[in-house]
């Protein structure tokens, strides 16, 4: 199945960022299937700028300026709610049975806004999706207890803090600047800062707790 990518309304989001890393935008390369786009709110005028159609809107209306047209599909959320429009369009993408869940413009203007989304992707991760949020200066992802694979990745500089619990044990099976074998990280001791991959894939070990690991794309 495709990927769904979720675009919310940070502020200052690269589009052209956007534009070139949403699958299916290109129409000469088929390779991977298209991804399922929806906008949360107005996200949809980052999808605007860099062309993309979306496959479904979700949102209260509360943000977007642009007009909607008639074709995409709608949510319509009431304003006053519990949750926030990116944590409900995450709830309908894994109703629909998405397994890999991305999340664009997630990041940046009000850190509450930036920690409620790193929590969506708990969210997705509890009910049994991978998920990652993408910007043009980092990607986030959410690692529960056991091993996980990047690419792509020598050379980038990386940290690592307990998500969700006071403590993480984290193992790099990988060459990394500064070696870690079962590595005890406390949400008030931030320990896991700056790190650097030194080989092209990575093996990040949580041996227990949860994470969030964050990887610059240029420091």
């Known amino acids: 199945m495709e ?10 989001a690269d589009v052209d960022f956007i534009r070139q890393k949403i699958r299916g935008n290109s129409p000469t390369d088929k390779s991977v299937p298209d991804d399922f786009v929806i906008c949360a709110d107005s996200g949809y005028t980052y999808a605007k700028k860099a062309g993309i159609k979306p496959d479904l809107f979700v949102g209260d209306f509360d943000s977007l300026s642009d007009s909607l047209p008639e074709d995409i599909p709608k949510v319509t959320l009431r304003t006053h709610k519990n949750d926030t429009d990116s944590m409900h369009c995450a709830t309908v993408a894994l109703e629909r049975g998405y397994k890999e869940i991305i999340l664009f413009a997630a990041v940046g203007g009000r850190l ?3 920690l409620a989304n790193i929590s969506v992707l708990q969210y997705i991760s509890e009910n049994g999706a991978k998920a990652a949020i993408f910007s043009d200066r980092e990607e986030i992802f959410y690692f529960s207890k ?3 694979t990047l690419y792509n990745v020598e050379g ?3 940290s690592v803090f307990p998500f969700g619990c006071p403590e993480v044990t984290v193992t790099y099976d990988c060459n990394v600047e500064y070696p870690a074998d079962k590595l005890r990280i406390q949400s008030s ?3 896991g800062i700056s790190n650097i991959f030194l080989d092209n894939r990575a093996e990040v070990v949580i041996e227990s ?10 420091v």
């Open 112 to 114: 509450d806004h930036t």
């Open 3 to 12: 990927r769904c990518v979720i675009i919310c309304g940070a502020p200052d």
């Open 146 to 148: 056991g091993r996980h």
């Open 156 to 158: 980038k500089t990386f």
């Open 189 to 191: 001791v931030a320990v």
């Open 209 to 218: 707790g949860t994470a969030v690991l964050i990887l610059e794309k240029s």
